[in-house]
């Protein structure tokens, strides 16, 4: 799949997924990266997050996936994915982030729907074949654990 058919996959498999009613896996407001991410991301669909709004987050943007619940994660996904297609090199472990929390041991990586999961499989192709000999992006693990060859 080449750039322009990975992004549609990705538009089309998250088209009808609703806003998360839950940001932050923790939201006791004690957990200062947690409460910011929530703040940040409170009411913004996955459409919005693209590198410039990203870009303007005060923390780690990277990080901003690990302190989502696995509701936001699996929505703001496609956001991450997208940023790393259209603004690698310039988006750099902000872009690795999305192939990085789809490592196998990640329980968050589950429940996406087929559709989903099909785009994440053509991401994965996508960007192993584009980045080919690139950190993260030759890590068989994740591509074994999405049936995606090498």
Known sequence: MDRAAT????????????????????????????LAVAQFFHGKTWKEITWPVLSTYKGDRSACLCFMSPEAFRYFLSSYMLIAIDNYPEADVTADSAWLSLEP??????????????????FIAYMS??????????????????????
């Open 7 to 34: 992004v549609k996959a990705i538009e089309s498999a998250w088209s009808a997924e609703q806003l998360p009613t839950r940001i932050a896996y923790d939201d006791t407001g004690y957990h200062l990266e947690c």
């Open 105 to 122: 041991q990640k329980e968050r990586a589950k429940g996406f729907t087929p559709s989903q999961s099909a785009a994440i499989r053509a």
């Open 129 to 150: 074949r584009t980045h080919r000999g690139e950190p993260p992006y030759t890590d068989v693990t994740t591509l074994s654990q999405w049936d995606v060859a090498p």
